[in-house]
């Protein structure tokens, strides 16, 4: 069964539409706890949660303590579950009565502006967050509570979650509201959905209602098992999340696992997080991620304005993952520990989850940093279906990424087959922007389509455009029409290269592509030669190969120059022979689609990181067979070092072969693919008569799997 398939069977079976029937009681359900607190407290867990407040993370605690006794005391009606969350805690530390009257006055006010928001037609929040604290703080005060109020609250509260789930608000009369997040366990599971489990497990058995409490927990937790095996399957045996976008990943997407190990262990005692590894794994994923001064390559729906790795709540993932898996991953935490100490080294938030570090009692169990040292060459994420490389672990050294395969969607553009290359600098760039104050025409129209990334485009008139999940598209320039249509065709790493070869044929309409592969090779520490065998359906169907550049490229025949930050670029052409250079760029060109500029919205600083704009490589006369050969150069713009020429480079051509021969010092690199067949290929490096490598590329992926890597140095 396909990984899509599988998702769509346990939406179905999970069930995140109303039901019509009474809900069957599973046997787990009998193993939660009858009594008070169960939601991430519980009698169990609550002195150890304690010694946490007042030993650790005293400071810590004084600071909740003093953001709630400075509330006013006269309330607008507002959303107040985050901090509702920290006054139930406040009460039970101190066992002042007054702190839990103030948390069921937050709680009233809060619940008048949930149904507020409902009754105008607008979402609450994106975010399930404040809701799921807010009803935490009903279970931690449910005990103290007068019986009426916790009737009331807790039936409001469930008509208010029947409201905002898929299905729309029956009691209103109204079907689904577009405003209101009802995604599902294939995104980050912080909409309305994620609510059910929290809601039912707070008032299971209760006698509020007793019949829909039952059915909300069930669901609920069908669902999060649903996301666990989701991504579990994304992860794979390599580490990966339910996106390869960073800001997901590593922001909102990892509170959905940590919540629910936190509230099932609250509520029966017993940790699955054991059951679930791959939570751990992230570290293998975010280490490779990382670039030199904390950045990132930009994936997917990055904002691309400092290509900053996301760390505003690593700390505090990371912590989570000490908490939960010391014991029974001590490399993977000893590896994130490491990550906590020299790549996130912030603290937690006080104003989100506040209370929530006060559970992490297992922290300090945590096996002492682990430096991973050298790391191989390359490495595949092959679920995630991006391959990295680099030259070596300093900020003097080359990294690349390149984009095939994988099982995932969200976030995910049409850019199959695409390479990112950075040197002191982001010497090339995935060009575009999914800035916060967009309306939708720049991230649909450009940003996720093919033509804003370092692909192929395949011209066809009236192609049918290429859909994109944040709104209308009303262009197509030759590019893919689905996001996840590629495949790793062979991968391998060694001391002296790595190579990587995609096959994005099915990418692409079949009414304009029969065949588009991409090979790299990546000789250390700076030289890539790229090889696309593209093939068409009608000869007259024009074919681009682009390259995206952060700043103003320099074009010198069929060579391009770059430069971006304290590095550069030379990219040169070698087939076709007689290749046409075309710069499309600049001020009101840098977006360009369909004919058409597509700027950012009034306001949004367009950085380098956004892209110059590229150049576009093509042949004077279009044909059914076109193949593309590109030798990349980078090193430094200036010093010592500066890379001020290409090195010397020449076209080698055989029977069925084509390749480039590259004079580099005392080094001559010489890298032939097959232009037909089989994706095949050599590599022969020699070092005056020393010959460092000589065989043929591999025609299969190499294995790797958990933190360590087959065929790394």
């Known amino acids: 069964m396909s990984l899509r398939m599988t998702i769509a069977a346990l939406i179905l079976l999970a069930g995140i539409a109303p039901r019509a029937h009474a809900q069957e009681r599973p046997d ?13 407290l519980s009698d169990d867990t609550w002195p150890d949660v304690r010694a946490t407040a007042e030993g650790p993370m005293a400071d810590r605690y004084a600071k909740v303590q003093a953001r709630v006794d400075a509330l006013p005391e006269e309330l607008p009606v507002k959303d107040y579950g985050a901090i509702a969350m920290d006054a139930a805690f406040v009460g039970k530390f101190t066992g002042d009565a007054a702190y839990l009257d103030l948390t069921r006055n937050l709680l009233d006010r809060s619940l008048q502006f949930y149904h507020a928001q409902v009754a105008a037609d607008n979402a609450v929040s994106w975010y399930s967050n404040s809701r799921i604290m807010a009803l935490a703080a009903f279970d931690w005060v449910y005990d103290e509570s007068p019986v009426e109020w916790r009737q009331q609250w807790g039936l409001s509260m469930l008509d208010h979650i029947a409201d905002v789930l898929p299905g729309g608000v029956p009691r209103l009369g109204a079907g689904d509201r577009t405003p209101v997040n009802r995604s599902g366990i294939t995104t980050g599971f912080y909409g309305t959905p994620s609510l059910m489990w929290y809601a039912g497990l707070a008032m299971l058995d209760e006698g509020i209602d007793d019949e829909r409490a039952l059915d909300y927990l069930v669901r609920g937790r069908d669902l999060y098992v649903g996301l666990l095996e989701h991504r579990r399957t994304a992860a794979g045996d390599d ?13 909102a997407y990892p509170w959905a696992e940590f919540n629910f190990f936190h509230t099932w262990e609250s509520a029966t005692g017993e940790n699955i997080a054991e059951d679930w590894p791959y939570v751990a794994l992230l570290a293998n994923y975010v280490m490779w991620n990382y670039l030199p001064g904390g950045l990132e390559f930009g994936y997917g729906d990055a904002g691309h304005t400092t290509n900053k790795m996301p760390s505003g709540s690593m700390p505090l993932h990371i912590a989570q993952m000490m908490h939960f898996y010391s014991a029974e991953r001590p490399d993977w ?46 490495r595949n994420f092959e679920r995630m279906g991006q391959v990295f490389m680099r030259s070596g672990s300093g900020p003097e050294d080359t990294y690349a990424l390149f984009n095939a395969g994988g099982v995932l969607r969200q976030h995910r553009h049409y850019d199959n087959l695409n390479f990112w290359i950075y040197h002191r600098g982001f010497q090339t760039v995935d060009s575009g922007s999914r800035a916060k104050e967009d309306d939708g025409e720049h991230l649909q129209n450009y940003y996720a389509q093919t033509v804003a990334h370092n692909c192929v485009l395949i011209d066809m008139p009236d192609e049918p455009i290429s859909n994109y999940w944040n709104g209308t598209v009303h262009v197509q320039e030759g590019g893919q029409y689905i996001t996840d249509a590629s495949e790793l065709i062979a991968f391998e790493t060694n001391d002296e290269f ?9 990418a692409y309409r079949s009414e304009k592509c029969e065949q588009l592969l991409r090979q790299m090779v990546f000789v250390y520490p700076g030289h890539f030669v790229i090889f696309d065998r593209v093939r068409s359906t009608q000869p007259d169907f024009r074919k681009r190969w682009l390259l995206h550049t952060a700043r103003e490229p320099r074009i010198d025949r069929a060579t391009v120059a770059a430069d971006q930050g304290e590095g550069r670029l030379f990219c040169r ?18 977006f360009m689609c369909g004919g058409r500029n597509w700027p950012l919205p009034e306001g949004v600083t367009v950085t380098e990181m956004m892209g110059w704009g590229r150049v576009e490589v093509s ?21 010592a070092t500066e890379l001020a020429e290409m090195d010397g480079t020449e076209r080698i051509e055989g ?43 591999i025609r299969e992926v190499q294995p790797q799997e958990g933190l360590a890597a087959a065929g790394g140095r």
């Open 655 to 697: 029977d069925g072969t084509v390749g480039a021969r590259i004079f580099s010092g005392d080094r001559t690199i010489e890298v032939t693919f097959a232009t037909e067949g089989d994706v095949a290929g050599h590599v022969r490096i020699t070092r005056g008569d020393e010959v460092i490598a000589d065989r043929d590329l």
């Open 333 to 378: 935490v000893a590896l994130m520990r490491h990550m906590r100490e020299t790549m996130f080294s912030g603290g937690y938030s006080l104003t989100r989850w506040a209370s929530h570090p006060f559970l992490l009692t297992r922290i300090e169990q945590a096996p002492p940093p682990m430096d991973p040292g050298d790391l191989p060459h390359a």
């Open 239 to 251: 580490g990966g999340s339910a996106s390869a976008t960073l800001g997901y990943a590593l922001g």
């Open 498 to 506: 790595s190579y990587v070869a995609g096959d994005a044929t099915e």
């Open 28 to 40: 787990w359900v009998e193993r939660i706890r009858d009594e008070h607190p169960r939601v991430f």
């Open 619 to 639: 042949a004077p006369e279009p044909s059914a067979q076109q193949d593309f050969l590109h030798v990349i150069q980078v090193g430094d713009a200036a010093g």
């Open 573 to 590: 052409t070698l087939v076709p022979a007689d290749a046409v250079l075309t710069p499309v760029g600049g001020e009101g060109q840098r």
